[in-house]
């Protein structure tokens, strides 16, 4: 790693005011993300600012019909937490499919939303990549592409979203809240990835200097009867080639009331299918009309490359058993 | 520089400096010279001496390095040493009683033949110890049926301990034998059990 300063500071204003005047420090919270890109020499930040001791972010809260995870708490505990659990088994699954328990233990939720991505070339900087060295050029695109995206791509970059969580997040309509020079703000979750188009390393809405303070969901319904699905090369410690956050209201004769989807793995960020509530509304998980329909609009677009086509009917597969495995978890609860 | 602020509670200005810490490792309270960039992997191994954790990826991916900090399973190679020095660090090294009776995990490893060249082993020990006790207390995996309620170790079996200790690589694929010892040690040691 290349030698950084190092400052803790205790309160929330204080790592804000850390951050404005140092352009260029990086927040540090689990670090399993950020000290491994610093190992490779991806991102080498002069200064790092120790956010773990700032108190009172890493609360989990259930009021009001709505889940609040303070950004330091850890997937560890969000996804052991009784009210994620019993009110949103799809977040509780999307974090427990992801990454290992050592590393679940030590990543924050906030970080999480700030995963990079796996692709090879931007990990290895003896490569061209835009979202490393912007300018540089891409190397996946005519090179080794299996994992990669193939939707919301560009022309600089096919780079995929690796994360679980922020899938299930933005399925289940989360928030984000950030706090920084200009004062807080909530972004919804799914505006808070950017897709890449010609600036592929910007890669949210976060602004210099911003933090993540919290994230929210609504818990109702839809949460209670929420399922993370991923597919991938190994059964763990794997990271998605698809995954599915689903959720779905089931009327007590099995139609489908309200429905939410959201895909992961394959796209360069979160990839909500806003299609879902109306295509499945009225209709059951079985209907084939009605899932082809939601199959078809999940995957417009796609544009897969040398390697990943099989990325579009594995994603096409998954939708349909994830509400599949929905409506039987619907009908067990019933009887 | 930095200007001095109350409420910061520690800084290194100069990414040249070395800084002594005091890292509270098996129990014993130890002096230790690191810089900012010095992982928690290296500062046991290189400055405290304690070469039973081991380094295998050094990125996270392998699990070799494994330690426990407060109880929690964290990876050494991707923590601070700088960020580490309010926690109680327990190490393969710290597991055995003063008087050198093994842990029941260590020997279950060692009658079970749960290695093979061993290098993997540390990490793999820590991480089962902190398997049982987040099974103790009720934490889920990804093999937990989400309507099911984890009541304890008696709830490891084979599925439960392959996916708890899917962080933990063996390229000697020793998994059979470690699945095995770890299994032993949840069902002799369960609590619920007469």
């Known amino acids: ?335 | 520089m930095v200007a001095p602020r109350p409420d910061t509670a520690f800084a290194v200005h100069d990414p040249l400096a070395a800084v002594t810490l005091r890292l509270t490792v098996n129990g014993a309270v130890t002096e230790v010279s690191v810089e900012p960039w010095t992982t928690l992997l290296d500062a046991l191994r290189e400055r405290i001496g304690l070469t039973g954790t081991k380094k295998g990826c050094d990125h996270g991916a392998c699990g070799a390095c494994t330690v426990l900090i407060d109880g929690r399973r964290v990876l050494s190679c991707l923590t601070l040493a700088l960020s580490a020095r309010d926690g109680a660090i327990t190490t393969i090294e710290g597991l055995a009683a003063p008087d050198g009776t093994l842990h029941p995990m260590q020997r279950a490893f060692a009658e079970h033949d749960a290695l093979q060249c061993g290098y993997c082993t540390p990490g793999q020990i820590m991480s089962a110890v902190a398997v049982l006790a987040e099974a103790d207390a009720g934490r889920p995996s990804a093999a937990t049926d989400p309507a099911h309620r984890v009541t304890g170790r008696a709830d490891l079996d084979e599925r439960e301990i392959r996916e708890r200790m899917s962080g933990n690589l063996c390229r000697c694929a020793a998994y059979q034998n470690i699945v095995a010892a770890v299994r032993e040690v949840a069902e002799a040691t369960d609590p619920s059990r007469p």
């Open chain 1, 1 to 335: 790693m290349q030698p950084f300063s190092y400052v803790e500071p205790r309160s929330r204003a204080e790592a804000l005011r850390l951050a404005q005047a140092y352009p260029e420090a990086r927040f540090l919270a689990g670090g399993t993300t950020l000290v491994d890109l610093m190992k490779s020499g991806v991102v080498h930040p002069p200064m790092l600012i120790d956010v773990n001791r700032i108190g009172g972010l890493d609360e989990i809260e259930a009021a009001e019909g709505s889940l609040r995870l303070g950004a330091l708490a850890r997937m560890s505990d969000a996804a052991s937490h009784e009210a994620v659990r019993t009110q949103a088994p799809g977040l509780s699954e999307s974090l427990l499919f992801a990454a290992s328990g050592q590393l679940r233990n030590m990543a924050s939720l906030g970080g999480n939303l700030l995963q990079r991505t796996r692709c090879l070339y931007f990990r290895d900087r003896h490569f061209p990549c835009n979202k490393r060295a912007p300018g540089s050029g891409c190397g996946a695109i005519d090179g080794e592409n299996r994992a990669l995206a193939v939707l919301g791509t560009s022309a600089a970059c096919i780079a995929n979203y690796p994360g679980d969580f922020a899938i299930m997040l933005v399925a289940l309509d989360g928030t984000v809240y950030l706090d920084g020079p200009a004062g807080e703000r909530a972004v919804p979750a799914a505006t808070f990835h950017r897709l890449p188009a010609d600036t592929p390393h910007i890669e949210t809405v976060l602004a210099p200097g911003e933090m993540i303070t919290a994230i929210s969901l609504p818990l109702g319904a839809l949460s209670r009867q929420s399922r993370y699905l991923k597919v991938r090369d190994r059964s763990s410690y794997e990271y998605a080639s698809v995954s599915v956050a689903a959720a779905a209201d089931f009327a007590p004769d099995g139609t489908i009331r309200d429905a939410r989807l959201a895909l992961g793995g394959l796209a360069a960020k979160p990839w909500p299918v806003t299609e879902a509530a109306l295509l499945l509304a009225g209709r059951r998980p079985d209907d084939p009309v009605a899932m082809g329909r939601l199959m078809d609009a999940a995957v417009d677009g796609a544009r897969p490359r040398s390697g990943n086509a099989y990325k579009v009917p594995q994603a096409r597969s998954a939708i349909r058993r994830a509400f599949a495995t929905l409506a039987r978890r619907s009908a067990r609860s019933v009887a």
